[in-house]
């Protein structure tokens, strides 16, 4: 008989902790404090950077890496010369609410403010919205002292819609009254491992809205544009448009090229004189794809038997 009802209590807590995980998937423990950050860092790297001579750090697709990610954050925190990050896109695997509850909870571990680029995985499975509650627009600027700063949208993998590209035409006429403007999107403008006229690849699969985009900038004085999506690093210029592919913060390698595919953020130098690019470089272990995802659910786990214990 005993045996019986402890039975009847397990099971009863198993289903309790399965109501309970479900509930927290469509609600986890996003705080308010975690919603319109674009705003918030804005405001805290320009409270940051005090003169025209600063450095901040780039990187993309960490898609919820944890060992590769939790490293790059530990190396920025501990360099002080880092004044804030801007992170090109794909921060989570997808937008499952535990998955951006765990990108929050090691963004809160990064010392310095960061600013995002919205990445296709980051609005799978319906997550503009849950994008927009957390970091606010889909695409802004922000001017910085000597440099203006631009964001585009371009998740889609498609284009750059045309409401967006008028708004793009009127931010690079504002970047002129600035000695530098850097641009950054998602999803290459063409894939740098083929032949500019050979695409699409991984890529902007709109070839004119592409050559049109392309053609725009390269009217205008761009200092650098980055990207990424493409999980490796490539850098080149199309036409007189340079550009950085920096996909290495922690998702999947996609190739063994030792000159391409590596984990590594990018630390750009912004002062009077000139803009200067560091590769930093970390070691890229073949695992951490089981990696990321042993830790995401690891944490789901987690959360679910703490949730379930808290109410139980």
């Not at 006429?173 to 998602?186: A, G, I, L, P, Q």
């Not at 004119?208 to 390269?218: D, I, P, T």
Request: hydrophobic share 40%.
């Amino acid at each position: 008989m005993l045996n019986l009802n402890k039975q009847k209590i397990f099971i009863l807590f198993i289903f309790l902790i399965g109501i309970i995980s479900i509930f927290k998937i469509s609600y986890p423990f996003i705080k308010d404090s975690d919603e319109n950050l674009i705003f918030q860092n804005t405001n805290l790297v320009k409270n940051n950077v005090t003169s025209d001579d600063y450095t901040f750090v780039v990187l993309g697709d960490n898609k919820n890496s944890i060992s590769t990610f939790n490293k790059i954050i530990q190396q920025i925190n501990n360099d002080n010369s880092v004044k804030f990050v801007i992170n090109t896109g794909d921060m989570v695997f997808d937008s499952n609410p535990i998955k951006y509850d765990f990108f929050l909870k090691q963004l809160k571990n990064l010392n310095k403010p960061m600013l995002p680029v919205f990445g296709n995985h980051d609005v799978a499975d319906g997550g503009v919205g849950r994008y927009i509650d957390i970091f606010g627009p889909l695409y802004y600027s922000f001017n910085l002292k000597n440099s203006y700063f631009i964001m585009l949208n371009n998740s889609n993998e498609e284009e750059l819609d045309p409401w967006q590209m008028n708004w793009l035409k009127d931010e690079l006429e504002k970047s002129k009254n600035y000695k530098y403007t850097f641009v950054f999107m998602h999803v290459p403008i063409y894939d740098p491992r083929k032949d500019i006229n050979n695409q699409p690849g991984h890529s902007l699969k709109n070839l004119s809205n592409a050559e049109e985009l392309l053609n725009l900038l390269n009217n205008y004085d761009i200092t650098q544009i980055f990207f990424g999506h493409i999980h490796g690093y490539y850098i080149g210029k199309w036409k007189n448009v340079p550009y950085t592919v920096t996909g290495g913060a922690g998702a999947e390698l996609v190739g063994k090229n030792p000159d391409h595919d590596f984990y590594h953020y990018i630390k750009v130098h912004v002062n009077d004189n000139n803009v200067s690019y560091e590769l930093v470089k970390l070691d890229s272990p073949d695992f951490n794809f089981i990696d990321r995802v042993f830790a995401v659910y690891t944490y789901t786990l987690t959360l679910s038997l703490i949730s379930g214990l808290y109410y139980f």
